[in-house]
């Protein structure tokens, strides 16, 4: 029988306010520490579980997990609800830990919307590195959802309700759960409690968060083979975070990082500052959002308004060959690698230059490799040059697809070229003159 309003448990130690959730596991309660005149929170097994066939196995579960959990607590992690007590009450095991006074995350999106992407990363790095702890210590939350994650009012962010966490186990098809916009879709039907499971909770998590909707069912993509919609097609969100987001919301958990480790690395890596360097005063600012968000028409045409300025900054002119052999190394370095970062080293000019040479192709204008070129990064189709409105301008495209090229630039690029292998050596040479006189 399930506990009344103001029973007391433990000799009067504990007071029941109220039940806060009851699931096939067991039933959570908020109740008063009364010698310590602070409110708790009180998880106990259910008690039509007990007659469960798989109870004992859960209930040892539980206890192992408790004494795991409290050691956690004890290490002082701040983002890692605090275990307080495990007792036996009327043959009921009782986990006490912390009632976390704050706002849940969904709350905080349901009340404000979508949340800048630098609000929504700050607090999910928190989280990550709480799981990379219990990752560590053998257990999988295994219910990582926005409701669980509290936000304190000093704007740190608790793991909450350890209820359904679990040893890492290969995945058993006894022991299937409902389905859940955060969940994979090997959680749901084979119990699986591998830690790919909590990547895939978290990361959806940060697609709502991001987004301010829910991400596609998992089991609808499994079963009727509905997409997931990129939260960049639904909110202002960096490309790099899109990728993140996505990667960890692999369908298959073979696809996904396979440690929170991997995935928090992924994140945190997308938030290191370009190297946005100039030697002409040009401001990279536009390019690199344009790159970051995905707008790839957009920063294709940056990209040529920044080099016409650089090559001929009274007039912006449009470039020539002996534009190109004098053009700033240092600038032009910086355009190829942004590109290069922003598109997983899909796009960009020394991809191109990879390409173009591969079929032969050197400084001096040759219209037949420069043809091949063309049809190999799909400037041209069927001998017809594609105009800037039917080039593709997405991650489907062919390697080299962009930066796009007018068709006149066949008496140039093997100029551009030739700078770039000039632009990469005088970039490494820079850092090696630099490591030097740090030495010293």
Not at 91 to 112: F, I, M, P
Not at 202 to 221: D, F, H, M, Q, V
């Amino acid at each position: 029988m399930n506990w009344a309003i103001a029973q007391q448990l433990q000799n009067g130690k504990f007071l029941i306010e109220a039940m806060l959730q009851q699931d096939g596991f067991g039933v959570t309660y908020k109740a008063l520490h009364r010698h310590l005149h602070i409110p708790v929170i009180i998880k106990t097994t259910d008690q039509f579980f007990r007659y469960h066939p798989e109870y004992q196995e859960y209930l040892n579960r539980f206890i192992q997990e408790a004494h795991i959990l409290a050691q956690l607590a004890q290490d002082g992690h701040p983002n890692l609800v605090r275990v307080l007590d495990l007792f036996v009450e009327a043959d009921h095991y009782c986990l006490v830990t912390e009632y976390v006074q704050g706002e849940n995350l969904s709350a905080r999106v349901k009340q404000q919307g979508a949340l800048p992407e630098t609000e929504a990363i700050k607090y999910i790095e928190q989280v990550a590195q709480a799981l990379t702890v219990v990752h560590q210590a053998g257990i999988v939350h295994w219910n990582v959802i926005p409701e669980n994650l509290i936000l304190r009012p000093n704007g740190k962010v608790v793991l909450n309700d350890f209820t359904a966490s679990g040893r890492i186990v290969k995945a058993t098809a006894s022991k299937p759960l409902g389905s859940c916009p955060f969940a994979p879709y090997e959680k749901i039907i084979e119990g699986n409690r591998q830690p790919t499971v909590d990547i895939y909770s978290l990361s959806g998590t940060l697609y709502y968060l991001i987004a301010g909707k829910l991400p596609t069912n998992s089991l609808a993509r499994k079963i009727n083979n509905e997409e997931l919609i990129p939260p960049q097609k639904l909110a202002s969100v960096s490309y790099a975070v899109n990728e993140a987001i996505v990667q960890g919301m692999e369908l298959e958990p073979k696809n996904r990082p396979q440690s929170m480790q991997e995935w928090l690395s992924l994140l945190t890596n997308t938030q290191q500052e370009d190297d946005l360097s100039s030697d002409r005063g040009i401001n990279y600012t536009t390019l690199r959002d344009f790159l970051a968000a995905g707008k790839w028409q957009e920063a294709d045409r940056e990209t040529w308004r920044i080099m016409s300025k650089i090559a001929n900054p009274d007039t912006n002119d449009w470039l020539k060959p002996e534009n190109l052999d004098n053009f700033s190394c240092l600038d032009l370095y910086t355009i190829d690698q942004l590109w290069r970062k922003y598109s997983k080293k899909r796009f960009g000019f020394s991809i191109q230059k990879q390409r173009y040479q591969s079929l032969g192709g050197k400084q001096e204008c040759n219209r037949e490799i420069w043809a091949k070129f063309s049809d190999t990064v799909g400037w041209r189709e069927n001998d017809r040059w594609l105009s800037e409105k039917e080039l593709t301008y997405n991650l489907s495209a062919p390697s080299g697809h962009l930066p796009s090229t007018p068709s006149g630039w066949v008496y140039l690029i093997g100029h551009l070229y030739n700078r770039l292998e000039t632009a990469a050596f005088m970039k490494m040479a820079i850092e090696l003159f630099y490591q030097k006189i740090g030495r010293i």
